[in-house]
């Protein structure tokens, strides 16, 4: 993973980075901009160019649950270690306790 491949990376980015770094476990965008105070319509956005450069991995949830699917997100090895890199650049310190909802509770809801 190329760190260089965020010539300008927005704070919007390090927050998300950084929230994701302190969970390894895949997570809902829903949760993910809850987490990062990142507005949802500017997370899918950031989200999507970190799949497209291969930082995170994007797969559709359980189709056995009840309502609609929705799309999980994860660091891939190579992300995790360019995010980590990414926020120790920024002088960002990374997140002692996950800020996230584990996925299974978030499953279990309605």
């Known amino acids: 993973m190329d760190v260089k491949a965020f010539q300008h990376v927005s704070p919007s980015t390090l927050r998300v ?3 994701m770094v302190s969970d390894p476990a895949a997570v809902y965008g829903y949760a993910l901009a809850s987490a990062c105070g990142v507005r949802r319509r500017n997370l ?13 991995i994007s797969e559709w949830d359980s189709p056995n649950r009840s309502g609609p699917r929705r799309r999980l997100y994860g660091l891939s090895s190579g992300g995790r270690r360019a995010a ?6 920024h002088g960002i310190e990374l997140l002692a306790n996950s800020p996230l909802e584990p996925v299974s509770a978030v499953l279990s809801k309605p």
């Open 17 to 19: 980075l950084r929230v």
């Open 44 to 56: 899918y956005v950031i989200l999507h160019r970190l799949v497209e450069k291969g930082w995170l």
């Open 84 to 89: 980590l890199e990414l926020l120790s650049e």
